[in-house]
Each structure stands twice: as structure tokens, then as C-alpha cells.
């Protein structure tokens, strides 16, 4: 059902703000989900005729927490029993303030981020129930069909229903690990709307956005937590560069080549005073180091001037904190730009057991041959990770590349 | 992650003859097997798109140099089994559920309940991200 565009707008804000009062209410967070959704299309459908209410938030919460009351009594009915019904909640008068909005929100955010829930399916029912996309701008942004995405929502809210666990917001260790997904999954956001190339931005553009609102939400709720303010500078200094990855044409253009006047200064401005903040509290983590990695880029004036030494420490950091083969596979190259091809060459051969027929290692690995003069070898290495990659921007990318270092060599061994 | 499985004509492990020869009830069954499979996979928000091509008969084929009147070729073909039959266009958490699904797919029951066991290719769809 199309919503007309204001409405639409202050529907995205409210009904996040309206699941989290009810779910506070009544515990039941998929009970609570639906009766909003209901309480949202009877706004979409009132509030252009009759006008918008002075306060939007309480007006769902009023609507939805009927519904659930209403609910709860057919329930009682149908077994018979005459149970105590909860008296209708008062709602707000006001809008709640921009703090407790966020405690509300960081609350949704920790129920989405369900441990029975896989990754696809928290960052389905999080761009639904506290981002408030609708399933349509959902659907779109992931490329599959409005029923197929509706469905998967859906189930997603099943299975946080039918586990075991009634919510309740943990503590103590199970609250960080909580966090550590809730983190996860906004990166995992992040980066299906950053990596798309600019052609395929169009249904993709705002899940960046997204995902950096939500950290900032976070981050508000959790002022403190140096890991929240990490990922919020990470993606930000990151996100910085979206004017300058794609060319004319819509294709990719890689960090080194890319025109950094380009780069968004003040984005950059607010990620490095974040950052700051956040590595000033003790413990340094995951998002912390890449955001450190992301600074060190921002900072530099020119791929060349750029401090790789740092940034190959940064990564052999990382390395100890979250160790994975792509961090090591980007320490070898950070390695490479600090002191020659083939000090990178040399990690990523220690690499190949571990990384089977990923593209990035043969990608990485035609790169630094590339450099090194070895044109033969560096083209067969290019062959192989376009024929590995899933990522049609990267496939594109990698054939030019070879075509281009082709055309190169041809030149050079017909001049005299 | 998106996949698309795809079956042709000749693929077809167990001794099996093709689905004219086949009595109706077991047709019956099969498109019914079709049709439950395709409700699962819908229900559980995995199922992009099920299709099945016309066939090889209604078939052509064509080839152009963009200059001369392109050419035309009508069935039938003797490479008819390479032919596509039909695909379906999942989107998973994972290969090994793309691997499960195709698993089903293939265990099709064919004359007298016996499972067809054919054989489903399994391509991982290109998308904008890598994954």
C-alpha cells in the first residue's frame, strides 16, 4: 500500500519509537510488531484526511495497544477464562525525549539481533522493526521479490516467538555478546549499501545510510562503549569515500586510484574525533582497528603517502584481536605497499591453504605481480579471480584490469 | 546468497523413461511433488522464481551478425537432452542449503514412486556485493 510521502517519513521515525512503548508494555515482541503495523496502515489511511496528530509516537502506541488488549481478551475468551486483561496502558503525552527514544531503540535493536536468528534474517527484521523500511524498500534493496522478503520477516519473527526465552534485556556477558551481534548486524547493513557499485546503487543507496543512523542511535544509547563508537567512526570514515568509488560509467574504482578531493571531510572530521574518543578508553577492538586503518587513509593526501607501515601494524593488531584470513590477506598487502611486492607475495603464500577459491587472494596476488613485473604470472592470477568472483562490479573490474596490463605489455615489447 | 538450479532433458540418473510414457498417477504425483516443493520453499521466504520452459519441440535457436538476416534454426534438435527444462531461483543463507534444496529437487518421484535422480546444476547467481 503506497504511503503518501509525509506521512511516509513520520511513519519511518514513529512506528520504531511506538514497537519499542508497546513491546515495553506487553513482552511480546511479534504480537507487539503486528499490532503496529496494523496501527501504522490505519495512520497512513486517517491521518491523510483527518491530519497528522500533534503527537504521532503516542497516537500509534494508543492504536496498537488497544489491538493487543483486544487480543489478549478474544485469547481469554476462546479458552474461556475470565483473565485479568491489562488495563490500557497510558500513552505519552509527549514525544519521549531523544535519550530514552534511544535506550528504546538499542532495546529493539538487542531483540532483533536474536542468537536463534541467522544473520539474513536480524538484518531483515531490524531494517523493519527499527529502521521502519517497509518490505517493499527491503526487498529492493536485497533484490528478491516483496512476498519473498515479507516471508522471511515473517519467519524471522516466529522464531524469536517460539524460542524458549521470554525478552527480557540480559546483563553482564550475555548483554555484550548480544551487542557484539546487534554491531555485527549493522555492519553487515553497512556494507550491502557501500559495496554496491553506483549502478546498482539506486534500491541500495539508503542501507548505508541506515546503518550509520542506527549506530548513531547506539551510540547514543551507549555513550561509553568504545567498540559502538568504533563501528560508528568505522563506517563513517569508509562511507566517505562513496563520491569517489565509481567512475563516470558506474564502475568501481579502487582506494588507490581514487580522486580524494572527492572525500567527504566532514565526515571524515567527525569519524577521527570518534575514533579518538573511543581508543582513549582502554581495550582496543575489532571496529576500533579497522576504523584506525580507515583514518590512516583519510589522513593521507595520496595512496603513496599513505603510512603503510602503520596500517600493516594496525592490521597485525587486528590480527590478534579477530583473526581471520581477509585480515591477514590485507596485512600482506598493506606489507607490499610499505616495502615491495614481494614481502606481500611472500604472506600470501602462507595464505592459500586457508583462503581455497576465494577471488581476493589471486586478486591480491595479480596485483602485487603487477608491480612486480611479472606480467605473465599477474595476468593468469587476474584470469583466476574474475573467474572466482561473484561480484559482477569486481568481475568487471578485474577483466579491465587485465586488459589494460595486457595492452601495456604488448606495447612495450613491440617499442625497440 | 542467490542460486539457481537448473535441470536439462537428459539428465537423468535412474532408469527412467521420459514423463509421456509414464502413468497418471505418477505424473500426478510428480507435479503435485513440484508444487508442495515450491509452497516449502515460498513459506520459508527462499523461493525467488520456479519455471518451466516449453518444449525442446517449440524450441529455436538464433544467430546474428547484426548485418544479415539472422538465422533461425527450429527444433528438433539432436542435442535436445542439453536442453534446458526448467530452474528455480532461490536465495539462501547458505551452498549447503542451495545443496539441500537441489538434493530434493533431484529426488523427484518418477514411475511408481521411484525417485527420478536427476541431476540439478547448481550455479551461484552474480550479484552487486561479494559475498
Known amino acids: ?416 | 546468497m542467490k542460486f539457481m538450479l537448473l535441470q536439462n532433458y537428459g539428465s537423468v540418473e535412474a532408469d527412467i523413461g521420459p514423463m509421456t510414457e509414464w502413468k497418471p498417477e505418477d505424473v500426478q504425483a510428480h507435479i503435485k511433488f513440484q508444487k508442495d516443493l515450491n509452497v516449502e520453499l515460498r513459506e520459508r521466504g527462499e523461493l525467488i522464481e520456479g519455471t518451466a520452459l516449453t518444449a525442446p519441440e517449440l524450441a529455436k535457436f538464433v544467430v546474428s551478425d547484426g548485418k544479415s538476416t539472422p538465422v533461425v534454426t527450429d527444433g528438433p534438435f539432436p542435442e535436445s537432452k542439453e536442453l534446458l527444462a526448467g530452474f528455480r531461483v532461490i536465495d539462501v543463507e547458505s551452498l549447503e542449503r542451495a545443496l539441500e534444496i537441489a538434493a530434493l529437487t533431484s529426488a523427484a518421484p518418477g514411475p511408481d514412486g521411484q525417485p527420478v535422480e536427476q541431476r540439478i546444476e547448481v550455479r551461484e547467481v552474480m550479484g552487486p556485493v561479494e559475498h
Open chain 1, 1 to 416: 500500500m503506497r504511503r503518501p510521502p509525509e506521512i511516509e517519513g513520520l511513519l519511518r521515525e514513529s512506528a520504531p519509537r511506538a514497537l519499542a512503548a508497546v513491546v515495553r508494555r506487553f513482552g511480546d515482541f511479534a504480537d507487539a510488531e503486528d499490532a503496529v503495523q496494523e496501527a501504522a496502515i490505519e495512520a497512513a489511511r486517517q491521518w491523510p484526511l483527518q491530519g497528522v496528530p500533534e503527537n504521532p509516537t503516542g497516537w500509534l502506541v494508543h492504536v496498537a495497544s488497544r489491538r493487543m488488549v483486544d487480543r489478549v481478551r478474544s485469547e481469554a475468551a476462546r479458552r474461556g477464562r475470565e483473565d485479568a486483561v491489562a488495563a490500557e496502558p497510558t500513552a505519552p503525552t509527549t514525544e519521549p525525549g531523544e535519550g530514552e527514544a534511544a535506550d528504546d531503540t538499542l532495546v529493539l535493536m538487542v531483540m532483533c539481533c536474536h542468537p536463534a536468528l541467522t544473520p539474513p534474517s536480524a538484518i531483515a527484521l531490524t531494517l523493519r522493526a527499527v529502521a521502519g523500511l517497509t518490505t517493499a524498500e527491503i526487498a529492493a534493496a536485497f533484490l528478491v521479490p516483496e512476498a519473498t522478503m515479507a516471508q522471511r520477516i515473517s519467519r524471522a519473527k516466529q522464531t524469536i516467538k517460539s524460542s524458549p526465552e521470554p525478552f527480557e534485556m540480559p546483563a553482564g556477558e550475555e548483554l555484550r555478546e548480544r551487542l557484539r551481534a546487534v554491531l555485527r548486524v549493522v555492519y553487515l547493513i553497512f556494507n550491502e549499501g557501500y559495496l554496491s557499485s553506483d549502478g546498482e546503487r539506486l534500491a541500495r543507496a539508503d542501507l548505508a545510510e541506515e546503518a550509520i543512523r542506527l549506530a548513531r542511535i547506539a551510540h547514543l544509547a551507549l555513550p561509553r562503549d568504545p567498540e559502538v563508537a568504533g563501528l560508528l567512526a568505522l563506517m563513517l570514515l569508509t562511507d566517505s569515500r562513496r563520491a569517489a568509488r565509481a567512475d563516470a560509467e558506474g564502475e568501481l574504482v579502487p582506494l588507490e586510484e581514487q580522486d580524494r578531493s572527492l572525500w567527504d571531510r566532514e565526515k571524515i572530521e567527525e569519524g577521527l574525533v570518534l575514533l579518538e574518543g573511543a581508543v582513549s578508553r582502554g581495550a582496543v577492538g575489532e571496529y576500533q582497528l579497522q576504523a584506525a586503518v580507515a583514518a590512516e587513509h583519510a589522513r593521507a593526501p595520496s595512496a603513496e603517502a599513505t603510512n603503510w607501515r602503520e596500517v600493516a601494524a594496525l592490521y597485525a593488531l587486528l590480527e590478534r584481536v579477530a583473526a581471520s584470513p581477509m585480515v591477514a590477506l590485507n596485512r600482506a598487502i598493506a606489507v607490499a605497499m610499505a616495502d615491495g611486492p614481494e614481502a606481500g607475495l611472500d604472506l600470501l603464500a602462507e595464505l592459500d591453504g586457508q583462503l581455497g577459491k576465494h577471488h581476493r587472494l589471486p586478486a591480491a596476488r595479480a596485483h602485487l605481480l603487477e608491480t612486480a613485473g611479472e606480467t605473465a604470472a599477474a595476468l593468469a592470477e587476474y584470469d583466476r579471480a574474475a573467474e572466482l568472483t561473484n561480484s559482477l562490479p569486481e568481475q568487471r573490474y578485474l577483466t579491465k584490469r587485465a586488459a589494460r596490463l595486457r595492452d601495456r605489455d604488448q606495447k612495450n615489447s613491440s617499442c625497440p
